[in-house]
């Protein structure tokens, strides 16, 4: 079976969870994401969402209104309600899947904070539009959501350092990945020195407990995306068990996950370190299997598929297909694992007012019809898929 997952991890990383840390781990692995990631300062937390929470506080934002994707990850909405803000949602522009800058533009009030600019599944925001709305609106804080995005860049120019902040993700299912965890990283040294004291005020240190429990968790994650055994964790992924790997929200419930109000375990930053040796080889096999689904896909029915955009890392490769549920039982038959990602518009969930699809028409859209292609194992596992797709007579 070829799961639509994999993390890219192996025994430096287990080797590095087991052995016995420094008390600064933490802090050394974020020195060390903040030079990966050519930024000044990191501040690591429990979840990305934390992260973000509280970077809109140490930016002093209450009562705001912040301007995000409708399509995008809901704990972004979630972390933004939950500071004291309003997310404002933006539909997706119709030839990508990150937000309509024009509409980001009309969207700004004097009341709005920030804009979280979201490079969707590895797909570089504008920055020379962005640039524009910048210098227009110069009140106007940009924060740049990366956690699909690392190394992404715009025409030459790394996206993670266009702003005010830059956000990643670091859970299992992220590019590079310390168990749990988010980053935030900035180069101005105020707003580093605030969301540092921030965090250590609002955060309890993570104790053996926690770190116990990631431990647990992540020698759990070896078996589990193992090829052999996937299969069987796939059969039995409906019933429950895996969702406890990748469950991140709830439709009716603005929350934030138990564990969130701890630091970022040492056991997370020792692994968080190890994957980080990994950063160019996760990001040039994501785009080697990027480019030979470009190469072999294109034009072919039934998968449409997005427009090539230089300089994206491809998180995921997202093509868009009618009856998805359909492709992907016919994928699985033939054990190979399709999934989607964001399947839900945002404004349509009940927490955030259950818009119409028709509010956020292309949003919606890409909710129903995107499914993604795995891309972890680089030329060679894209050249596989391509194959087991060939050998469905309705797709061939
Ligand atoms: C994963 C993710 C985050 C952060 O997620 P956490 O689970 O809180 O670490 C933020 N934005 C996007 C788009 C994401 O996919």
Sequence with gaps: MIPRLKPTIGWNELKSALSPGAEDEVQLFENAFAAHMNQKYAVAF????????????????????????????????????????????IDCETRGFNMDLEKVEKAITPSTGAIIATSLFGYPV????????????????????????????????????EGEAALFGLNISKLLTSIFGGMVTTDNPELFAKLKTLRDERLQPAGISKNLRNLIYFCSVFPTFW????????????????????????????????????????????????????????????????AY???????????????????????????????????LKRALRRKLQLGWLIEYNIPEMKAYGSHPPETFPTAAHYARTTINLPVWGGRELAREVVSILSEDAAYA
Excluded at 245 to 267: A, G, K, L, N, Q
Excluded at 307 to 326: A, D, I, M, W
């Design 46 to 89: 429990p979840y990305g969402r934390t992260g973000l929470l509280l970077l809109l506080q140490a930016l002093g934002f209450e009562n705001q209104e912040i301007i995000c994707p409708a399509y995008t990850c809901v704990v972004v909405a979630h972390a933004i309600a939950l500071s004291g803000n309003s997310p404002v949602f």
């Design 126 to 161: 504008d920055l020379d539009r962005l640039d524009a709305i910048r210098k227009r609106h110069p009140k106007v804080v940009i924060i740049q959501d990366c956690a699909h995005s690392f190394a992404a860049e715009w025409k030459g120019r790394p996206v993670q350092i």
């Design 227 to 290: 090829g052999p055994f996937y299969g069987i964790v796939n059969r039995i992924e409906r019933s429950g068990l895996i969702d406890h790997f990748v469950r991140y929200y709830d439709e009716e419930t603005i929350d934030m996950p138990m564990d969130s109000s701890t630091t970022m375990s040492t056991v997370g930053a020792r692994v968080g370190r190890a994957n980080l040796e990994r950063y160019h080889i996760i990001i040039e096999n994501r785009r080697a299997a990027a």
């Design 293 to 327: 689904y470009f190469d072999h896909l294109a034009d072919r029915r039934p998968f449409l598929l997005p427009p090539k955009v230089e300089g994206g890392t491809y998180s995921h490769f997202v093509v868009q297909v009618e009856n998805r549920n359909l492709w």
